[in-house]
């Protein structure tokens, strides 16, 4: 078996053929990022963030995306999905035993006949 | 003969004292000193005991006969023995348990300086790895019940340790309805399987096993029981209520903890039934409850807001990837070709995931745990900008996140590509449904990473410091055993997922190494 090769049967795998390709990822990202301008200066006006001409808002919280908006789109086309399965996750206790007792009538069909 | 032939008994004779002295140590250095050192110990009988298995084989303890190996009744009128049977499959689990135990133990020490019971917390989380580490060593039904009884007490108590949080409280009542129902249905199918053949010891029924109607309706029981404590869809809701009120440390552990309940549905289902399964029926029940839990439970995690939330719907669809794999290992038992197919790879991949996700998914817990014991917040809406203040927590996040998300070359990639593979053979559905699941994974993961560790500093968390060492400790063996399955999945996979899939499927072996001593 060839040293950190997985088969799986259908194919194979191999881990540090992935860290050699990692490797030579690397080496290029350094090689292009060393090939940047050498008149760059840390601190000065080159540092600023441009924020469309206007002053840059001293607390992240003002220039950051929340979380909640993440997805949107995605979430807004399966909102018929959405809207279904948050109707069945109530948080009420009863609800969840509800859930159990027909998901064990139903294994227990499946199994019996 | 040598020390070593104990230790199926010290595994739970340890954490079990463990439990009981705990409550006197209420200097705080002693608890904590306590809390390591037996967790130390306990990793390290774990490790003896999967490495002994390994290489002579099932080891069988009798606990209260003649002598220790002797499974025969040794001339008492009511032979009354627990007889353990720790196969590889057992000693895995045991070992990845207890990794994530030891991980979880580290890690709560300087979370609990910040309250008060301490000690009531490390005497229930003693309990919790007793509870855990008999039910994946025991070869007897009813004790399998006793253990998984004792790990759901010790988990409502731990589960609402944050005692002034109503939210808290209700989740540990929740679970323990939901529990308590449960583990009444399983003692029921031991019911019936007693009545039916006079014992409870799992091979001695599984020699005897005839697929009648009775088996049928205990076969039912466990299951649909089983897989509820398990957290499997539509049965899960507890899930995310329990971890992301549990403390981190005890969440990362409740991962294992939860594997042990799907321990007990591979074991029921392969080694007590095995080939005596004449129908389908059950593997493809595994096989859809692995679909459901995968997929709803990643889209449930998309819209998350909750970092525990988040990461504990997404616990439930991981465990999805185990019951899809092993479920068509299931489906393929009774036909040889099959299993040599695409069976076997299957469960290799099933069992493959059940570690990484310990491990994945435990260090993404103590992430969390992390977070909130810098911050105070795990509100995502509320987070951002933390890489800079928290490097290494952010360094431990993206390995972890790359990992469950099965990006290669991290360890979740391997096993889901042997489940991708080989549940292809049964159906493409199975294949693509898991696919979707992974890139939803990678989607959810990478909005957390750009919430609360990317993006302009916040005002708020100006003075934000990285974790105390000893967190960073905890979560720092998760991401050795993380690295480590990652860069040696061909040794992962010959001496820990192989022999232990092997096992699984052997129950001949199972039964014959309780036989040969002439229960």
Redesign the interface.
Known sequence: ?M????Q????Y?N?YA??IF?ALAAVLVFYFRSAGRSDYKAGTYQDEIFYGGNPVP????E??????S??WG??EA?SP??KL?LS??T?I?S???G??V???AL??V???L | MTWQIHIPALLIALPLLGAFVAPVFVNRRLRDIWFTALSAVVLILAFLLWRRVGAEGTAIYVMGGESWDLTLPSGMSVPIRIIMEVDAFSAFMALSGSIASFAGAIFSLRFLDRTTGGEKFVALYFLLMTGMLGMETTGDLFNFFVFLEISSVASYGLIAFWRNRPEAIEAS??YM??ST??AL?VLLGIGILYGRYGVLNMAAIAKAMQFG?PE??A???F???L??KCGSV??H??VP?AYSQAPAGLACFLVSVSQASLYGLFRISFSVYGRALD?P??A??IIVFGILSMF?AV??A??Q?EVKRLMAYHAVSQTGYMLLGVGVGLLALTHPQAMS??GF?AMQGGIFHIINHAMYKGLLFLTAGSIFYASGTLD??R???LARNMPYTTVMFVVSAAAIAGL??VNG??SK??VY??S??VHPILTVMALVTSILTL?SFV??F??AFL??????FSEVREVPRSMLVGMTVLLVAILWL?????WS??KLVGPAAQALVDQAGYIEAIMRSGL
Do not use: C
């Open positions: 078996m040293l950190g090769t997985v799986s049967g259908f194919g795998w881990v992935w860290i990692f001293k607390d992240g919280d220039i950051a995306v929340p979380a909640s993440a997805y995605f979430t399966l999905f959405y399965l069945l996750h948080g206790a609800d969840y035993m859930y159990f027909i998901t064990m294994v227990s499946l199994i019996v | 009542f929740k309805l939901l129902i449960a249905m109607l049928k309706v076969l039912a029981l299951v649909a029981a897989a509820m539509p049965m809701m507890w209520d129908t029926a059950v493809w029940i709803i889209v449930m998309v819209i807001k197919e695409y790879t995502l809406n987070l951002g900008g290669p070359p990639f391997v590509l042997l593979e080989s292809f053979a989607a909005k957390v750009q919430s993006g302009p500093a916040r005002a708020r990652s860069f040696m999945p061909t996979l010959s």
